[in-house]
């Protein structure tokens, strides 16, 4: 059977706010992420139901330290490289840049940084995969503008785009412009640093933030292109294919309405227009988006190269208000699927779901797909040495390498590569724990804080270092 194709992309993927610590180093600034806590009071603080714009002696912040990524990334980049890695999936931390987001010039440090990091990169020929912004605002401008529920938030994002794109146009070509930007629906505060108070039209303050997030998404494209012609542009999704809970049509029927839900963000990152759908579910839903009269162009005008995704699970949907048994420690409601094993967080392990959503996707946009996050994440038991038999880990990565195998070699989808998500340990974003781990690489450190940050190699680590050198073949 025809395997990976030349060339393909096999990495791993991280978030600056879940791995890089230092927050406030060198220069940085306060961000969304920086203020959101462990603890009982992380889901409502996400949702931006509970409004948390400072730091307190009460709670225990994840982001502060992580794992210390901007001290460790020399080592940690090594050991990627030690496993073949092509590329690394990281982000930028907004607030290293901008410090308050609306700054007459850049941090001089905080460029200087990411120089670092590409370079650490380049030396062993890893490819960076940026996302401009994963799960992150500056804490000035939600103060000021109520973060993306303003216009005036374009502006910012496309100097932080310009200033990067200037900077690296020489190290980087591979660009995602909103890490999940479906996620602003769920889990709004994490997502679009948006807060709400009594009474707010929650809906259309969503949907014009998500106005927004597009409309500088489509800008950054327009930028990226003027800079350099040669880099390459992705959206990025939270997918994972909805099923319908039985074969009723009004089942079917809500899995395709649950599925828009997502696509849309796509449609029109990817296609350039609102997709008619939406336009008559924010008429239906009395939802109010403000657009300008230049917009529909831009969108047209600035569509993306590639569409890259996470997948973790599939979701399973229901038109009965009585079926309601949605499965727990999910960010995305979804019923429990008998046919299906769980993670011990509750999240659905469905391999073929992948390829699945591979062929949608690749069906509705005809464009490369690049899986940017997947994975198990699962508690380690290290022995004294930190080694950890993650053979639950190898046997959920191995089949869903399986699975994308068969996406391309027997569906055609023309897929560019695969970074496994947390490919050293980092802080979960849905818990800000620490004991939810994805790693090939340990890091010795747990929930409270305690440990001394010593990296080492799970048992995983020599499998996935042999399935790259054998490009897919050894599983
Ligand atoms: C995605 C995010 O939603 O899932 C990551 O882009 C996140 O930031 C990942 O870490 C896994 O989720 P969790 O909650 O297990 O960390």
Not at 78 to 104: C, H, Q, V, Y
Not at 269 to 274: I, L, P, T, V
Not at 397 to 404: I, K
Not at 408 to 432: E, F, H, K, Q, R
Request: hydrophobic fraction near 40%.
């Amino acid at each position: 059977m025809k395997q990976f194709p030349e060339g393909f992309l096999w990495g791993g993927a991280t978030a600056a706010n879940q791995c890089e610590g230092a927050y406030l180093a060198d220069g940085k600034g306060l961000s969304t992420v920086d203020v959101i806590p462990a603890g009982k009071d992380r889901f409502p603080v996400m949702l931006g139901e509970l409004k948390m714009l400072s730091c307190d002696e009460a709670h225990q912040y994840p982001s502060h330290e992580a794992i210390d990524f901007y001290h460790h990334y020399k080592e940690d980049i090594a050991l990627f490289a030690e496993m073949g890695f092509k590329t690394f999936r990281m982000s930028i931390s907004w607030t290293r840049i901008f410090p308050n987001g609306d700054d007459p010039t850049p941090n001089e440090a905080g460029l200087k940084f990411y120089d670092d990091v590409f370079d650490e990169c380049l030396k062993y020929g890893i490819e960076p995969l940026v996302t401009i912004t994963h799960f992150d605002v500056p804490i000035h401008l939600v103060e000021t503008l109520g973060s993306w529920r303003s216009r005036e938030m374009i502006v910012h994002y496309e100097r932080l785009c310009e200033v990067l794109f200037e900077r690296y146009k020489n190290k980087v070509t591979y660009w995602l412009t909103f890490n999940e930007i479906n996620m602003l629906l769920h889990l709004p505060f994490m997502g679009a640093g948006l807060l709400f108070e009594e009474g707010d039209d929650v809906l259309s303050i969503k949907y014009q933030a998500a106005h927004h997030q597009l409309m500088a998404s489509a800008l950054a494209t327009k930028i990226a292109k003027r800079i350099n012609p040669n880099f390459k542009i992705g959206c990025m999704l939270a997918a994972g294919v909805t099923y319908a809970n039985t074969c009723a049509p009004e089942d079917a029927f809500k899995a395709m309405t649950k599925e828009r839900e997502s696509y849309f963000f796509i449609d029109v990152q990817s296609r350039g227009e609102y997709p008619n759908y939406a336009l008559k579910m924010m008429e239906n839903e009395g939802i109010h988006v403000q657009m300008e009269p230049e917009d529909a162009q831009i969108l047209k005008e600035n569509t993306v190269d590639f569409i890259s995704f996470s997948y973790y699970a599939s979701r399973l949907t229901s038109a009965d208000p009585k079926v309601n048994a949605t499965t727990e420690g999910n960010v995305f409601a979804s019923l429990k699927n008998p046919y299906l094993k769980a993670s011990e967080w509750g999240w659905q392990i469905d391999p073929l779901g992948l390829r699945t959503t591979l062929n949608m996707l690749y069906d509705r946009y005809q464009k490369p797909l690049f899986i940017v996050e997947n994975g198990l994440g699962a508690v380690d038991m290290p022995d004294e040495n930190g080694y950890v038999e993650d053979d639950y880990r190898i046997d959920y990565l191995r089949a869903h390498v399986q699975a994308m195998r068969d996406a391309i070699a027997l569906d055609g989808v023309d897929l560019m590569g695969y970074t496994p998500w947390g490919c050293i340990d980092l802080v979960s974003a849905s818990t800000g724990e620490m004991k939810k781990r994805y790693g090939f690489i340990y890091v010795d450190k747990d929930n409270e804080g305690n440990g001394t940050l010593k990296r080492s190699k799970k048992k995983s680590f020599e499998w996935y270092k042999n399935v790259i050198n054998s490009n897919g073949t050894t599983l």
